[in-house]
């Protein structure tokens, strides 16, 4: 199988597993787990925040980083594909009791002219006011999209300047950086609170870090426990995250390099994409993509069907140069008339 469905499809690779097996564990719900700990160090030294917290997904990441900087009632604004608005199941409303402000941009990406507009922060007792905005970097809807720097601090120095918290879903935050060459402390400071993920082409099994001052991370700790996210020996998760961080993240710049290839090579059969897709996520647009899926599906070929005419296909670290070019055979076959 060709797995092009999502970059969550990596595995574990063999110095990962290992350096699972051997990691030294403890009750993490006791604090007492070194591996944790020790990547819990690594994130917030990466990001340059003061603290940093390990939860099992990016879901809870994003939601505890939600809870711990807003009150129920409050507002937050984010963009119409963001992940938390589409694909975390409500949580916003149903669990923080938040009301969200959307904007509308196909590449999940916003300006301040954008923000502005939906900002609410007057003192009128009828409305509910806007305290924290969320960006997504790389934006899984908007084709991989990253943020440049000045745009983050263009938005960064808005939330300052209207007394609101902002928050960074980094669940790709790294394929950001392999494209723009911005460290990823440098994108973190433009934010209160930022998120990656271990498990999005990084081949970690679970895992996600929640960065940012110590009050806020005191706050999202007791958050994590009030869902269910408190884990126990779960340095063995968290060795896997200090293994992709050391040895998995130069690998990224090669799947956006096979993604670019693929691309190139299906665009001069006449094939059309969506979006620009700078990173690993690619939307190639096609009639009735469903049936292209099954008849790719057929051929060893797994990608997703997006809407009716739209496909994702994701690259990651399990795709080798010979997949690729099994990949681009097979969608030729489906794809261009003979
Ligand atoms: C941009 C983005 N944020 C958050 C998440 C949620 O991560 P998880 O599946 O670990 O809950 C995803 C998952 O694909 C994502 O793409």
Request: net charge negative; charged share 25%.
């Amino acid at each position: 199988m060709i797995e092009l469905r999502s970059d969550t499809f990596t595995q574990p690779s063999a110095g990962m597993r290992q350096a699972m097996a051997e990691a030294e564990v403890g009750d993490d719900v006791y604090g007492e787990d070194p591996t944790v700990r020790a990547l819990e160090a690594k994130a917030a030294q990466l990001m340059g925040k003061e603290s940093a917290l390990f939860l099992p997904t990016g879901t809870m990441a994003n939601l505890v980083a939600f809870l711990a900087q807003t009150r129920p009632g409050d507002s937050i604004i984010l963009s119409e594909t963001a992940h938390p608005f589409l694909y975390e199941n409500a949580n916003l409303a149903m669990v923080a009791g938040l009301l969200t402000r959307t904007i509308a941009d196909s590449l999940g990406k916003f300006n301040t002219d954008q923000l502005r507009e939906r900002i609410v922060r007057k003192n009128d007792p009828h409305l509910s006011q806007t305290t924290l905005v969320s960006i997504e970097n790389t934006t899984n809807c908007g084709g991989g999209a990253c943020w440049e720097y000045h745009e983050c601090e263009a938005i960064a120095a808005l939330c300052r300047d209207q007394g609101m918290k902002l928050h960074c879903d980094g669940a790709r935050l790294f394929h950001a950086c392999a494209v723009t060459n911005i460290q990823p402390h440098i994108y973190a400071r433009c934010c209160d609170t930022l998120s990656f993920c271990l498990s999005k082409g990084l081949g970690a099994p679970a895992g996600s870090l929640l960065t940012g001052d110590s009050e806020t991370i005191k706050k999202a700790l007791r958050f994590r426990k009030m869902l269910g996210g408190g884990m126990r020996q779960s340095g063995i998760l968290a060795a896997a995250g200090l293994y992709a961080l050391e040895h998995h993240l130069p690998h990224l710049a090669e799947d956006h390099r096979r993604a670019r290839e693929f691309r190139r090579a299906l665009e001069e059969a006449g094939v059309k994409f969506a979006l620009p897709s700078p990173t690993n996520i690619l939307y190639l647009q096609c009639d009735d993509a469903p049936t292209k899926v099954r008849m790719l599906a057929e051929k060893g070929i797994r990608v997703l069907a997006r809407d009716s005419d739209l496909m994702r296909i994701v690259f990651h670290r399990d795709i080798t140069d010979e997949m690729l070019a099994e990949a681009i055979e097979g969608f030729k076959q489906v794809l261009i008339p003979t």
